[in-house]
């Protein structure tokens, strides 16, 4: 079956820095998709991986091991915003999104 | 990008009824999902909205309680028929524009039954 990783909860100081991990097992792949979700909103796209390595975008980085399985979402100097769940996705050889069960992030002062 | 317009945004319904929700899109796409999550859960894939066709239905999901319409590329429906507390949730009306791209998201209908 497809299956999708990732810790269900963490806990970060505001300022600090924080990574959230995700493996995954899926038929196929095409891509690997990083969603931030407040609660009673819907996802918002953060990063998108396809080839492996690091991608930057401001506070936030995304990295991705194809032969590992394996991705991260890297967020840098956290601000209390930050707080959310994390959506890992996984799309697979049909181009259908397969969504990990999120990560929801605590911010403290 | 895509802007999704979802309504409606909320609704408090009785069980046995039926409840419509609309999705427009600013713009035409390729693919139209709907979605639906369960308090502090991921996404739950319901069916991919196919134009001019039968949608195309998870498993555990069927048309004669989720049936979908989406008469062009810009607009879809979901109806959550003979409505049971267990169909209190949220539903999300997702959009992609082409197969490698990110998908989109409606601001989501909070569905609770009584």
């Known amino acids: 079956g497809q299956n999708i990783d990732q810790p269900t909860e963490m806990t970060a100081t505001e300022g600090a820095i924080v990574q959230i991990n995700c493996t995954y097992q899926?038929?196929?792949?095409?891509?690997l998709f990083w969603y931030q979700q407040h609660a009673g909103e819907a996802p918002t796209f953060l990063s998108y991986n396809v080839l492996d390595g690091l991608e930057e975008k401001g506070r936030f980085s995304s990295f991705l091991s194809r032969s590992k399985g394996y991705s991260y979402l890297l967020l840098k100097e956290l601000q209390m915003k930050d707080s959310a769940s994390y959506l890992c996705a996984v799309r697979d050889s049909n181009y259908q999104l397969i969504w990990g069960a999120g990560t929801k992030l605590i911010i403290k002062p | 990008s895509a802007v999704i317009s979802q309504k409606p945004s909320r609704d408090i319904c009785q069980r046995g009824t039926s409840l419509t929700i609309q999705c427009q899109v600013d713009s035409q796409v390729t693919m139209m999902f709907w979605y639906r999550q369960q308090p502090g859960q991921s996404l739950t894939l319901i069916a991919t909205a196919n134009q001019g066709s039968e949608a195309t239905y998870e498993s555990g999901f069927v048309i004669d309680k989720f049936p979908i319409s989406r008469p062009n590329l810009t607009f879809s429906t979901l109806t959550v028929s003979n409505m049971s507390p267990e169909d209190s949730s949220i539903y999300l009306c997702s959009v992609t524009k082409g197969e490698g791209t990110e998908a989109f998201f409606g601001q989501g209908t909070r569905l609770t039954v009584v």
């Open positions: 899926t038929s196929g792949f095409n891509g």
